[in-house]
């Protein structure tokens, strides 16, 4: 059974840091590309973060640019976002999903709640 | 970047209806398009990938059409477990955006 589980969000004061982590299972985790997508409450899907197969390519939303670094470990079959100098406006709750290629869907965790509150 | 248009954002409709939602790229995206599910207080669900591939378990009341810059998603006979958010995503270059979302109400 493919699974994503997130991990790794709080509460946490404007300008502080997290670190994001999504275990993988159920399937060939070094074989698929990966991405961050979040939700702020109330509002739509907006995705934050890609990284390649290799990790050697990543690519940021405007938003998060320069303050986000997106990171895997296909040994340990793990995904993660190093998310510093959060800003009130992080709030949401971040989904790390696997991108579908030809026969392969794509696959959403359940996600995990990030608050940036003072 | 590219845009993703979904109409209408909102659409009330009566069990057993066929309804119809439409996502429009703003650039040609081949059949890069993903549509999900959103049901209140649940991470989305894959329905179609690949623009008109079902995903495994989906019900077959659910099918999606289009290619290039214009899509859609169809339920053929509206069931009340429909009601939910439905997303557009495109994958064909980065960044992989979003159409805004249309909620779905019975």
């Known amino acids: 059974e493919v699974q994503l589980v997130e991990s790794g969000g709080d509460l946490v004061q404007p300008g502080g840091s997290l670190r994001l982590s999504c275990a993988a299972s159920g399937f060939t985790f070094s074989n698929f590309e990966m991405i961050w997508v979040r939700q702020a409450p109330g509002k739509g899907l907006e995705w934050v973060s890609y990284i390649s197969v290799s990790g050697s390519t990543t690519k940021y939303a405007d938003p998060v640019q320069g303050r986000f670094m997106i990171s895997r470990d296909n040994a340990r079959n793990s995904l993660y976002l190093q998310m510093n100098s959060l800003r009130v406006e992080d709030t949401a709750i971040y989904y790390c999903?696997?991108?579908?290629?030809?026969?392969?869907?794509?696959?959403w965790g359940q996600g995990t709640l990030v608050t940036v509150s003072s | 970047d590219i845009q993703m248009t979904q109409s209408p954002s909102s659409v009330s409709a009566s069990v057993g209806d066929r309804v119809t939602i439409t996502c429009q790229a703003s650039?040609?995206?081949?059949?890069?398009l993903n549509w999900y599910q959103q049901k209140p207080g649940k991470a989305p669900t894959v329905l179609i990938y690949?623009?008109?591939k079902m995903e495994t378990g989906v019900p077959s009341r659910f099918s999606g059409s289009g290619s290039g810059t214009d899509f859609l998603l169809t339920i053929s006979s509206l069931q009340p477990e429909d009601i939910a958010t439905y997303y557009c995503?495109?994958?064909?270059?980065?960044?992989?955006?979003f159409g805004q979302g249309t909620k779905l109400e019975i």
């Open positions: 650039q040609h995206i081949s059949n890069y």
């Open positions: 690949g623009a008109y």
């Open positions: 999903a696997r991108v579908g290629r030809g026969v392969n869907s794509p696959f």
């Open positions: 995503q495109q994958y064909d270059n980065l960044p992989y955006t």
